[in-house]
């Protein structure tokens, strides 16, 4: 399968992006699937991750109440909604397909890793 994401760009503090990660060669609505970031200098995090179904989802603490992750399987893509930005919500975010059905905040239960789109939040 191929991740293509898509959405990055440059906002002020407190604006908003919408992320979107569409899969090619195979349907992923079976597979829980994720959204990771990685700033310069840091390891990657979890962001957000969501169940086949788009009926659970998990957040980091830092971006919960900011941050919606959503996916339409009709259209095998997900999204992340991203609103209230801050400047240390900049980094590279990468959408991913887990192995299994249900939310793994694991990045090693992943294995399918799109390209990565750049978000930066200026002050």
């Known amino acids: 399968v191929q991740l293509q994401a898509c959405g990055g760009g440059l906002v002020q503090a407190g604006g908003s992006l919408r992320l979107s990660c569409a899969a090619f060669g195979r349907s992923v609505s079976n597979y829980g699937t994720g959204w990771f970031r990685q700033a310069p200098g840091e390891e990657r995090e979890f962001v957000a991750g969501i169940n086949w179904s788009g009926g659970d989802t998990a957040y980091a603490e830092s971006v919960k109440g900011r941050f919606a992750i959503s996916r339409d399987n009709a259209k095998n893509t997900v999204y992340l909604q991203m609103n209230s930005l801050k400047p240390e919500d900049t980094a590279l975010y990468y959408c991913?397909?887990?192995?299994?059905?249900?939310?793994?905040?694991?990045?090693?239960?992943?294995?399918?890793w799109g390209q990565g789109t750049q978000v930066t939040v200026s002050s």
């Open positions: 991913a397909i887990g192995t299994a059905r249900w939310i793994s905040t694991n990045g090693q239960s992943f294995d399918s």
